[in-house]
């Protein structure tokens, strides 16, 4: 149980495009999920929380209009980064929190991940 | 702001050794603390979480201990095997949140 799976598992796209990555909750229900960011050799950083139904609330320094996040249903959450450039190269990692779960005894299940190129 | 110090970065043994993972964080106000390993290009697996309340968790070969006044916690691997070769993140609760804050890992390899 508790599975999380994101698509695509590699993306190479030209700079200037859009993408988009679909973060979901294969057997629960999630009401929050959240999107990390890892460069080589550096920690998983949080870039977004992601509540079902409601606006996602953004980390410091994130920009919110270049990586847009929606939570439309339970068991789906998408970040699209919008007008790519090299530097948003990266591996991008959602996790998702069970809603059975009780505040603050939960585990968050993390998502293969999504290897992201901008040429 | 968390911060959260993983020691030491790197770890090679060979196989059947105990050895213990280092994790320390600068803001001793969280709710829980929680274990990963993370394969090569791969995502997150938990391994254990540890409450805010408790001292340690245990699941087969690995014990994990806080000490949150202290701002520690440690990951033992008991007769570590090839297939625990991975890195090992330390993530606490960002204070006051359910954020999780991340170590940079510690890269451990056992040899056959």
């Known amino acids: 149980g508790a599975v999380v799976s994101q698509h695509p598992s590699r993306v190479i796209c030209k700079s200037g495009t859009s993408v988009k990555i679909e973060c979901r909750s294969l057997?629960?229900?999630?009401?929050?999920m959240f999107w990390y960011r890892q460069f080589p050799k550096q920690s998983l950083m949080l870039m977004a929380t992601?509540?079902?139904?409601?606006?996602?609330?953004?980390e410091q320094g994130v920009e919110k209009d270049k990586f847009l996040i929606n939570h439309a249903s339970l068991t789906l959450s998408t970040l699209t980064v919008t007008s790519a450039h090299p530097e948003d190269s990266s591996f991008y990692i959602c996790?998702?929190?069970?809603?059975?779960?009780?505040?603050?005894?939960?585990?968050?299940?993390f998502g293969p991940g999504t290897r992201l190129l901008v040429l | 702001k968390q911060e959260v110090t993983q020691i030491p970065a790197a770890l090679s043994v060979p196989e059947g050794e105990n050895l213990v993972l280092n994790c320390s964080f600068t803001?001793?106000?969280?709710?829980?603390l929680q274990w990963f390993r993370q394969d090569p290009g791969k995502g997150l697996t938990s391994l254990l979480l540890?409450?805010?309340?408790?001292r340690e968790q245990t699941s087969g070969r690995l014990n994990a201990s806080l000490d949150k006044s202290s701002g520690r916690s440690t990951l033992y691997i008991a007769a570590s095997q090839p297939g625990d070769s991975a890195t090992y993140l330390c993530a606490p609760s960002q204070g006051g949140s359910e954020k999780l804050v991340f170590g940079k890992g510690t890269k451990l390899t056992v040899n056959p």
């Open positions: 992601s509540n079902e139904g409601s606006k996602a609330t953004y």
């Open positions: 540890i409450q805010s309340s408790q």
């Open positions: 996790s998702a929190r069970d809603r059975r779960d009780g505040w603050y005894q939960e585990t968050q299940y």
């Open positions: 057997d629960f229900q999630a009401t929050t």
């Open positions: 803001d001793s106000a969280i709710y829980n």
